[in-house]
């Protein structure tokens, strides 16, 4: 496999801690209710169109209230629309992005999110020392579609070969690999991620 010179770090879960319920149960006391809220909002199918670039995040929150009973309706806004809020950094990721970015790797942001990208991207930990950012919103394109990582490459004018591309979330990887990126399963362990890039190792860990 060829040396990795590029560290390609997905958002959610790598990042950011992306944990569904517990930005649930923070935004809302009770946990039978959040639960609901959850359901409704960040596992609906509109949800992945917002990271499409497909619909604006008020038309989640307009589909999750035809779900929801009444007394719910302003909550459905608040996880719709403010969710980010309290959407919190890893930081011990973002430290290694800035070890990585001294070493002389190249290191980037690939990532599905919709346009509230905007509201928390100063607070996405070494998002300053990013040598490029690629989010799906904007390319109307998410992964794992093969056509993601692709434009990624061409965007930055990499080889595919030679970056890592690191995410939580399986199906991503596999994506990336399609692509011909080499793959890595984030498990939020960062001395593990640390040791795999600096062994210069080449095949996916799942």
């Not at 992306?18 to 960040?42: E, G, M, N, R, Y």
């Not at 989010?135 to 998410?142: F, G, I, M, R, T």
């Not at 093969?146 to 890592?164: N, P, T």
Request: proline share 4%; net charge negative; glycine share 8%.
């Amino acid at each position: 496999m060829a040396q990795i010179k590029n560290v390609v770090f997905d958002m959610g879960g790598v990042l950011m801690d992306w944990d569904p319920v517990k930005i649930s149960q923070t935004l809302c006391a009770d946990p039978d209710d959040a639960a609901l809220l959850a359901h409704a909002v960040f596992d609906s199918r509109e949800w992945g169109w917002v990271d499409a670039g497909a619909i604006a995040p008020e038309t989640v929150a307009w589909t999750a209230k035809l779900k929801l009973p009444e007394r719910l309706h302003d909550l459905a806004d608040v996880f719709a629309l403010r969710w980010h809020e309290v959407f919190e950094p890893m930081p011990e990721t973002g430290e290694l992005v800035r070890e990585l970015k001294a070493e002389g790797y190249g290191v980037y942001l690939l990532s599905n999110a919709g346009p509230t990208f905007e509201d928390y991207r100063g607070r996405i930990p070494a998002i300053d020392a990013m040598d490029g950012v690629l989010v799906s919103c904007y390319e109307h394109v998410v992964k794992p579609d093969e056509a993601i990582y692709r434009l990624f490459c061409e965007r930055y004018g990499l080889e595919a070969a030679s970056c890592l591309f690191v995410d939580d979330m399986q199906r991503n990887v596999v994506g990336a690999e399609r692509a011909g990126m080499q793959g890595y399963c984030f498990d939020r362990d960062v001395d593990a991620l640390r040791r795999f890039i600096h062994a210069g190792e080449g095949e996916t860990r799942s």
